[in-house]
């Protein structure tokens, strides 16, 4: 059985920095949906992982409100944690690469979920998400038992992120970077995509070859990097107080 610690290592107090930061960074980026939607961050080594609370919402998450929940589904869990941890949990199960997970009903990736639209390399974004990117169907209802989660994971599989028909996305990443990144780059592939499904006459797509390289220059993980820093300065600008977090000023893992 997971036990979650009384109190967070250093290692998982600054995560839960970068959690916070990536919430706030996901509020700019147009997820908010009262206090629905998730981002979570697993901890190298350890049986548990850091989730947004569930009374939260994106736009006012502090490092306090990010919360230390098991990896073990048949765990107890904080009576904090969000209903949809199940998940999380899922999709850490399936995917020992996947180091964090970004679910949101974010407007545009959710009516272009409601699609049959395939997505196109319309942009750099859609660029990376061609050919990877499947829809989950079994329900469009909130992910609340494991069943109904492991369905999610499948429909994610190997890949970078899932479409939840109408009712929202899952964006995975190997870092808490490549997780934040990756959902503002779906959400603006697919709202580019359906401004230009409006076109009459059609639109022209990135070629194949531009594609790969545009997956090799533009999403390598240097670059990744930077368009983090880019989100933290973003969310250090909007927010002033966020360079006031910082490890040791609160480490209560609940
Ligand atoms: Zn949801």
Known sequence: MTAVPETLPPIAQRLRI???????????????????????????????????????????????????VPLDHKAPASPMAPPELPLHQAVYEA??????????????ALVFG?????????????????????????TSNTILDM???????????????????NHGSVVVGKSIRHATVHAHTLERACRLQLIAEQIPGGYHTSTPT?????????????SVRSYWDYC????????????????????RAA
Request: aromatic residues 8%; contains cysteine; charged residues 25%.
């Open 95 to 108: 995917r020992p690469d996947v180091h964090a997970v970004v679910h949101s009903h974010s407007p545009y």
């Open 18 to 68: 970068q959690v916070a930061i990536a919430a706030r960074s996901l509020s700019l980026g147009g997820h908010d949906d009262f206090n629905q939607g998730q981002v979570s961050a697993r901890i190298p080594g350890a049986d548990y992982f850091l989730i947004k609370s569930a009374v939260t919402g994106f736009d006012e998450c502090t490092p306090e409100d990010v919360i230390a």
């Open 232 to 251: 933290v300065s973003q969310v250090r600008r909007r927010w002033t107080e966020v360079s006031s977090w910082t490890v040791g000023s609160s480490s």
């Open 114 to 138: 409601a699609s049959n639209l395939e997505l196109r390399p319309v942009s750099h974004d859609g660029a990376y998400f061609e050919g990877c990117l499947e829809r989950f169907t079994m």
């Open 147 to 165: 069943e109904t989660a492991r369905g999610v994971a499948r429909a994610l599989g190997g890949n970078p992120a899932a479409l939840l028909r």
């Open 210 to 222: 531009d594609v790969m390289a545009k997956r090799e220059f533009i999403y390598d993980d240097l």
